[in-house]
């Protein structure tokens, strides 16, 4: 069964199972032939859009790397960090060129010049990476809880798990380059999401609550 | 002392917000939240206090978002992805282009299907 899939590349699997001349489950050499033929399809008229993507990874890039730099020490597979924020194609057949958002051919070969060179446990933790997410199922109807209306459409749920996700990936960075500023090693522990949190408050990145709070 | 008085009253002030549901069962995002952790540096088992408590700073980052995001739609008529956009571009630049990926992936898996449903049923009929 599928499980940790982002949502689109889980909705992209399961166009590329319809098409009859891939039958093989995603990881299979084969599967390049379905990815290539939509993915051409959808490049013809998407050209405004891979400019909308060209950025994330540029911008991406100074922020994530400051923040992995520091984090590279202890877990000794964020070396890449600072490229893995791109969204680019790994080494799973499935996404090649299915992704293209650098759009151009260079920055792709780039990327792949960097997958190649992952030790096991790098590319273990970029394949969590790319494929961990939020539930849609899940993330909606906590969206709805919170929001007391069932217009919660679509979108709606598939940006705020991108956006959750992220969120995610801030706390675990920051509370990797505190855990290497108190020189500890080993799983992450609570003290130091909370001291993360802590700094990410006061950096503003966090939607200070509305309600006040009337109990401290 | 702040941290974990703020735990505690961020328990006890989630069901402020949420009128529908006061009660959050424990661990909703749990395995999900295993694996990205991992994913992100931590390691590969992660404590389970550690994602019981990401995982209580993530509902209340949804939900403090979702409720500003709220209170910008209410004033445009209904809540719409727009609002969401808003709030991420006043946060910072790298979640924005993210969720300008994200949705445009969307769309373009949607033309693709809908081609492909088209195709499928030329076929069919071509074969009728």
């Given at each position: 069964m599928k499980q940790f899939k982002d949502p689109f590349e889980a909705a992209f699997e399961e166009q590329e199972q319809s098409p009859p001349e891939s039958p093989a489950p995603p990881d299979d050499p084969d599967a390049p032939a379905a990815p290539a033929a939509p993915s051409a399809a959808a490049a013809g008229h998407d050209d405004?859009?891979?400019?909308?993507?060209?950025?994330?990874?540029?911008?991406?890039?100074?922020?994530?790397?400051?923040?992995?730099?520091?984090?590279?020490?202890?877990?000794?597979?964020?070396?890449?960090?600072e490229d893995e924020e791109e969204e680019e194609d790994d080494n799973m057949d499935v996404e090649l060129g299915k992704l293209a958002?650098?759009?151009d051919p260079d920055k792709m070969a780039k990327m792949q010049a960097i997958l190649s060179q992952f030790t096991v446990e790098q590319m273990n933790r970029y394949e969590s990476f790319r494929r961990s997410g939020f539930q849609k199922a899940t993330m909606k109807r906590l969206l709805v809880s919170i929001t007391g209306s069932q217009k919660v459409t679509m979108p709606m749920?598939?940006?705020?798990?991108?956006?959750?996700?992220?969120?995610?990936?801030?706390?675990?960075?920051?509370?990797?380059?505190?855990?290497?500023?108190?020189?500890?090693?080993?799983?992450?522990r609570p003290c130091h999401i909370r001291e993360a949190y802590r700094r990410l408050k006061l950096e503003g990145k966090v939607p200070k609550r509305t309600v006040p709070r009337l109990f401290r | 002392m702040n941290a974990s008085s703020s735990g505690k009253a961020r328990a006890a002030s989630s069901s402020q917000p949420s009128e529908s549901s006061s009660k959050r069962k424990r661990g909703i995002f749990q395995k999900e939240l295993q694996h990205m952790m991992y994913g992100f540096g931590d390691d590969p088992n992660p404590l389970p206090e550690t994602v019981a408590l990401v995982e209580d700073i993530v509902v209340e980052y949804v939900t403090d978002f979702a409720h500003k995001a709220q209170d910008i739609g209410s004033k445009r008529g209904k809540l719409s992805v727009e609002d969401f956009l808003y709030l991420v571009r006043k946060q910072d630049a790298p979640k924005l282009n993210?969720?300008?990926?994200?949705?445009?992936?969307?769309?373009?898996?949607?033309?693709?299907?809908k081609a492909f449903d088209v195709d499928e049923e030329k076929l069919a009929a071509s074969l009728d």
């Open positions: 405004d859009d891979y400019n909308l993507l060209d950025p994330p990874s540029t911008s991406a890039l100074p922020t994530s790397s400051a923040v992995s730099a520091a984090a590279a020490a202890p877990s000794g597979a964020a070396k890449n960090r958002p650098g759009g749920t598939i940006v705020m798990s991108g956006i959750a996700k992220m969120f995610v990936g801030e706390i675990v960075e920051t509370a990797r380059i505190v855990m290497s500023e108190r020189k500890e090693s080993g799983p992450i | 993210r969720c300008k990926e994200l949705l445009s992936m969307q769309e373009e898996l949607k033309q693709a299907r």
